[in-house]
C-alpha cells in the first residue's frame, strides 16, 4: 500500500460500548475538518472486534472497518476468581487478537494509532507499540479503566478527560499525559425544536409540554425501563416521553415488546404522548433540542453530552463497573447542581414518578439545573484531540 505526501493514514481502535466509539468519531470528524482546511487527506481505518457496537457505529460514519479477535480484561476478588472459564477463553483471544492486528498494522501502514479503551484496543495498542507505530489513547471517564492501564505502557501520549485521572496512571504514564475533555458528535448540536416536534408524532398544539428523554445505552437498562414501564401512565400526564429501550441480548426477553404492550393498553391522548425505539441514530440533535430532563445511566458519553448540550439530569449508575466509574461521573454533576442520582437499588416506578413531577413541577430550577450541567461542558476537547493525533501522525 503506498503512501502519498499529502495524507495521514490513522488507525482507529476502541469499543465495547458507545462510550468508546462516540469519542473517535467526534475526533474523526475534527481531523476531516482540520485535514480540509490544510489541504491534506486522512486515511482511516477502524479496527475493533467483529461483534462488537463499533463495527456497527464505524459502519454507519463511513469508515473502513476490520475486525479481531478480542477478549475481555475482568478483574476478580481474588486469584480463584480469575480462572473462569470465559477468561481462559479470553486469555487465548488476547494473543490471537494481538497477531491478527500484527498483521493488519503492518497492512495499512498506519502513521498514528488512536485508541479510546475497552477491551477491544489492547491488541491493536500493542501491535502497533510492536511495529514502532505511535499510540495515542484517551480516556473517558474518571477512573482509568484496565485496558486504558495496560493500552497507556505502550502509547507515546495519553489524553485524559478529567485532570484527577492523573492520579491513576504509573509514574511513566503521567509524563505522557495531557487532559483534553471528552469529545462529543457536533450531530448532538444540530437539532430543531419544532421538527422534533413532527418526527415523533407528537401535537404540536402540547409544543410547551415539557419532554422527558429515557436512554439506557444500545443494550438498554432494563432497571430503567420497568420503572418506566410501572410509571407510564401518570407519566404521560405530565409530559412526553422519548424512549430509546435499547436491544437485549439474544434469548432475553425484550423490554421494547414490554413497553409497546404497556403503550397499547393507554388511551390514545396519552399513547400519542410516548415515542418508543431501540435505537437512537442521526435524530438524537432533535431529542437533545426537545428533551427538557434526561432520565439514564451515567456512562462517560451519556454525561459528556448532556454538559455539552447543558441537559439537567435524572441518573441511575450501573453498579458494579470498574472502580464505580459511573457513579464517580454522575456525582460530578449532582455537585454543580446539575442532575439528581437515584440508585439502582431505589429505582421504582413510584420513585421515579416522585422526582420526575418533581422536577417538571419547577421550570425555572430546571433551567438553572442545565446552566450547571453545561458549566462543566469542555466544547474544545475534539479539536485538541484531533490536533494531537496529527501531530503524533507527523512525527
Known amino acids: ?41 486522512p486515511i482511516f481505518r477502524y479496527m ?17 472497518f476490520v475486525g479481531v479477535q478480542t477478549g475481555k480484561l475482568r478483574r476478580a476478588a481474588n486469584i480463584r476468581g480469575l480462572f473462569t472459564l470465559q477468561n481462559l477463553k479470553d486469555a487465548f483471544r488476547i494473543p490471537v487478537g494481538i497477531f491478527q492486528s500484527l498483521w493488519q498494522v503492518a497492512k495499512f501502514r498506519p502513521d498514528v494509532i488512536f485508541s479510546t479503551g475497552g477491551f477491544v484496543c ?25 485496558a486504558n492501564r495496560i493500552a497507556s505502557r505502550f502509547a507515546r501520549r495519553v489524553a485524559l478527560s478529567f485532570e484527577g485521572s492523573l492520579k491513576e496512571l504509573s509514574k511513566g504514564a503521567r509524563k505522557k499525559a495531557f487532559v483534553t475533555g471528552n469529545p462529543v458528535r457536533s450531530l448532538i448540536f444540530q437539532g430543531d425544536r419544532t421538527r422534533a416536534i413532527e418526527r415523533f408524532g407528537f401535537k404540536p398544539v402540547e409544543r410547551d409540554l415539557p419532554t422527558l428523554y429515557v436512554t439506557g445505552g444500545a443494550q438498554g437498562a432494563r432497571i430503567i425501563n420497568q420503572a418506566v414501564e410501572a410509571a407510564l401512565p401518570e407519566l404521560l400526564q405530565r409530559c412526553r ?32 404522548r410516548y415515542y418508543l425505539t431501540r435505537f437512537v441514530g442521526e435524530e438524537i440533535g432533535d431529542i437533545f433540542a426537545l428533551a427538557d430532563l434526561v432520565l439514564s445511566r451515567a456512562g462517560a458519553g451519556t454525561v459528556t453530552e448532556l454538559c455539552a448540550t447543558g441537559k439537567p439530569a435524572v441518573f441511575v449508575p450501573l453498579v458494579p463497573t470498574g472502580g ?33 413531577k418533581k422536577l417538571l413541577a419547577d421550570r425555572g430550577k430546571l433551567a438553572e439545573m442545565g446552566q450547571q450541567t453545561r458549566s462543566l461542558a469542555r466544547p474544545d476537547a475534539a479539536h485538541n484531540l484531533a490536533e494531537a493525533v496529527i501531530s503524533l501522525g507527523r512525527g
Open 324 to 356: 464505580d466509574e459511573q457513579t464517580r461521573n454522575a456525582k460530578r454533576v449532582e455537585e454543580a447542581g446539575g442532575a439528581v442520582i437515584i440508585s439502582q437499588s431505589e429505582l421504582t416506578g413510584p420513585r421515579l414518578l416522585q422526582e420526575v
Open 122 to 146: 489492547v491488541p491493536p495498542v500493542v501491535a502497533g507499540w510492536i511495529l514502532r507505530v505511535p499510540v495515542l489513547t484517551h480516556e473517558q471517564t474518571a477512573t482509568v479503566g484496565l
Open 241 to 272: 416521553v422519548i424512549h430509546q429501550c435499547g436491544l437485549q441480548p439474544v434469548g432475553q426477553p425484550q423490554d421494547y415488546d414490554s413497553l409497546q404492550a404497556a403503550a397499547q393498553k393507554l388511551p390514545a391522548e396519552l399513547r400519542e
Open 48 to 64: 475493533g472486534s467483529k461483534t462488537g457496537v463499533e463495527k456497527r457505529l464505524a459502519g454507519e460514519a463511513g469508515l473502513d
Open 1 to 41: 500500500m503506498v503512501k502519498k505526501k499529502n495524507e495521514i493514514r490513522i488507525l482507529i481502535t476502541g469499543g465495547g460500548t458507545g462510550g468508546h466509539v462516540s469519542p473517535a468519531l467526534a475526533t474523526v470528524q475534527e481531523i476531516k475538518k482540520l485535514a480540509e482546511g490544510e489541504g491534506w487527506q
